[in-house]
């Protein structure tokens, strides 16, 4: 029997009431969302928490999540975007200290998650330093067999072509460029 069933009246006939004050009127739409009768007043002692702080907050999987019930409202932010999640705030602290624990349990695997977090950042930043310099000394090899094999580096000085065929010679190196038509 869902919370806040009481068999009273006529006929053993049921009637819903407040799960927390007992009063006969109730919110049809958050006893069909979420499961519990409350009234007007209850109601808005009831916190609703949307899906991605619930996950952050409570440390709370889709499957945690999905157990439960939920209103689904248009997104504030953007119309267009997919509707927003929103749960009881007390149903899902209640599913995360079935999980975690009480909430020192909790800060703790909070606290774990972020160490571990900042660990592989830390580790990516020095595998990419760490890449940057293989990068670099390789560079610089090919850049001493380049000067060892044919001489100073330098930024090539052409003369003009005075062959036929229209190439252009460096001056310093003789390396030949070859004349691009252009259309």
């Known amino acids: 029997m869902p919370d806040g069933d ?9 009637t819903k009431a407040c799960s927390r004050c ?15 009768a409350l009234c007007d007043s209850c109601k ?15 440390l709370v999987t889709d499957g945690d999540l999905s157990r439960l019930g939920s209103l689904s409202k248009e997104n504030p932010r ?3 975007w997919s509707k927003m999640k929103l749960y009881l705030e007390s149903q ?3 599913v995360s200290r079935l999980k975690h624990g009480d909430e020192e349990d909790l800060e703790h695997t909070r606290d774990e998650r972020i160490r571990k977090r900042i660990l592989k950042r830390q580790e990516r930043r020095v595998e990419t330093k760490l890449k940057n310099e293989r990068k670099g ?5 090919v850049k001493e067999k380049v000067e060892r094999d ?6 090539h000085t052409f003369r003009a072509p005075t062959s036929p065929d229209g190439n252009w010679v ?4 003789g390396f030949v460029q070859q004349e691009v038509e252009e259309f």
């Open 22 to 36: 007992g009063c006969l009127s109730y919110s049809r739409e958050y006893f069909e969302a979420f499961g519990i």
């Open 170 to 173: 460096c001056s310093v190196c």
């Open 44 to 58: 808005r002692d009831e916190k609703l928490i949307n899906k991605s702080l619930a996950k952050q907050k409570y």
């Open 78 to 80: 953007h119309r267009e």
């Open 92 to 94: 899902v602290s209640e």
């Open 150 to 155: 044919y001489g100073e580096a330098h930024v």
């Open 137 to 141: 000394k390789r560079l610089k090899v």
């Open 6 to 14: 009481s068999s009273a009246g006529e006929g053993g006939r049921g």
